[in-house]
């Protein structure tokens, strides 16, 4: 269980009244230039060009991403909770152990995220929250998400999070306790461009006030058995697990092969967590600015080479009317390939799983999956939008292997998430059809079909 520091909760109770920035996008948008040049700085050294089209806005729409994605350091707990406690006679304050209303209150499943301050990549928040009432007064209960997200809505660390909720809750609506599980997911890295795609960083924490304070406590127990009755199955044991990965050896945020990072890129991040309202010395923030330029590297602007992943390209002739020798071209498919990208609206990732189909003779290709994800990180290792990522795979493709392709591209994007819409596990499908697939529905069927037997449709 997290331990609560609370002295530095009860001067920011104390302080400030106003709630929040104004709307993003509105007449009182606040003042994005500091971050717009920061994000400048940052295009020019991946050797994008800043003018073109799909890049022109992209600072701004970074800003305004970064800024909405923060707006926790702008908010107050005081003027949330202020207004919504609510007298409710209830038990005696000596009968049974929740004095006041009686009982223990809880909200589940918030869909939360927050911007991990050692990486500066979002991540994924399931929260759950609960208090025992006293005083006999009650708090309305969408003020336990909105305060939770004030929290979340800061660079931040899992376990401090679930800290600063807990700790926020307690000096606001003094209860006789509160409780915060909180199961996270950050983006795995990749460990290198050939690498295969890995499943989720995945933690979970928790944090105690009150009668919560003793993590053997039996309110406790009743708290994660009425979290049990919805399949919430927590282990609040996470000593030992690793959290960000980008502190992790194997991680191309802390590879070697960039070598000296670029001081103007470093320089810029550090502008970019000034301007949050974050203090860019404090300890966990001293090495977020590299950490960030490292990952960013990875999608750096770069040309086809004419060998990918030792795979040696050359193109292979259709066979005329899809035959020869007497043998029928058949359709084949590379499925699930894993990929990379980085959004080059919002500088933010996303990722998933490439599906190709294709025309050829029965036993052509034996390396043919090599080659084929080997296009595709190709493509994914820059800055990209899903579309053109799927167009590109699609065309290269098609000269390599006669013109017949079909490319359907499944993706999860943290923009998505962290541009408000919060609703996890949401993905996207794009589709790229050429030669034959664009006129043979029963052969695009046909693909489409080996895709979902693959994945257990």
């Given at each position: 269980m997290g331990a609560l520091d609370e002295g530095h909760f009860d001067v920011e109770l104390e302080n400030g009244v106003k709630l929040g920035c104004p709307e993003l996008g509105g007449e009182e948008l606040p003042d994005t230039s500091a971050i717009q040049d920061a994000v400048q700085v940052l295009l020019q050294g991946l050797g994008e060009d800043v003018n073109r089209e799909g890049l022109k806005k992209t600072p701004l729409r970074v800003a305004k991403a970064f800024l909405e994605g923060t707006r926790g350091y702008r908010q107050y707990v005081k003027d949330i909770v202020q207004g919504a406690l609510f007298p409710e006679v209830g038990l005696d304050k000596d009968i049974g152990?929740?004095?006041?209303?009686?009982?223990?209150?809880?909200?589940?499943?918030?869909?939360?995220?927050?911007?991990?301050?050692?990486?500066l990549l979002p991540f994924q928040v399931k929260c759950h929250v609960g208090y025992v009432p006293s005083g006999q007064r009650v708090v309305g209960l969408s003020k336990l998400s909105r305060v939770s997200d004030v929290f979340a809505k800061r660079l931040q660390d899992p376990q401090r999070l679930a800290n600063e909720i807990a700790s926020?809750?307690?000096?606001?609506?003094?209860?006789?306790?509160?409780?915060?599980?909180?199961q996270c997911l950050h983006i795995q890295f990749p460990a290198s461009h050939?690498?295969?795609?890995?499943?989720?960083?995945?933690?979970?924490v928790s944090s105690g006030s009150g009668a919560f304070k003793d993590e053997k406590a039996g309110v406790w127990g009743d708290f994660l058995s009425l979290l049990k009755f919805r399949g919430i199955n927590i282990n609040t044991d996470s000593s030992g697990k690793s959290w960000c990965p980008s502190r992790s050896p194997s991680s191309p945020t802390t590879?070697?092969?960039f070598g000296s990072l670029n001081p103007r890129m470093v320089t810029a991040v550090t502008s970019i967590i000034r301007s949050l309202g974050e203090d860019p010395s404090r300890k966990e923030l001293v090495g977020t600015p590299s950490r960030f330029v490292k990952w960013l590297m990875n999608f750096q602007n770069t040309s086809l080479p004419m060998k990918l992943n030792g795979c040696t390209?050359?193109?292979v002739d259709s066979l005329p009317n899809g035959e020869a020798n007497g043998e029928m071209e058949q359709i084949h498919s590379e499925l699930n390939l894993p990929f990379w990208s980085q959004c080059e609206h919002h500088l933010l990732p996303f990722h998933g799983s490439v599906h190709i189909g294709y025309f050829h003779r029965e036993g052509y290709g034996p390396s043919m999956k090599s080659l084929l994800q080997s296009i595709v990180h190709f493509y994914g290792f820059k800055l990209q939008v899903q579309e053109r990522l799927t167009r590109q795979i699609a065309e290269t493709v098609s000269s390599l292997l006669g013109g017949d392709v079909m490319v359907v591209v499944e993706a999860y994007h943290t923009c998505m998430i962290s541009r408000g819409i919060e609703k996890f596990g949401s993905s996207t499908a794009?589709?790229?059809?050429?030669?034959?697939?664009?006129?043979d529905s029963v052969a695009r069927a046909k693909f489409l079909d080996s895709i979902s037997e693959a994945n257990g449709g």
């Open positions: 152990h929740a004095g006041g209303a009686g009982g223990l209150v809880i909200v589940r499943d918030l869909n939360l995220f927050s911007y991990c301050e050692s990486c926020a809750l307690q000096n606001g609506i003094k209860p006789a306790g509160v409780a915060v599980v909180l050939t690498s295969k795609h890995e499943d989720w960083v995945k933690i979970q590879c070697s092969s390209i050359h193109k794009t589709i790229a059809v050429l030669g034959r697939f664009s006129t």
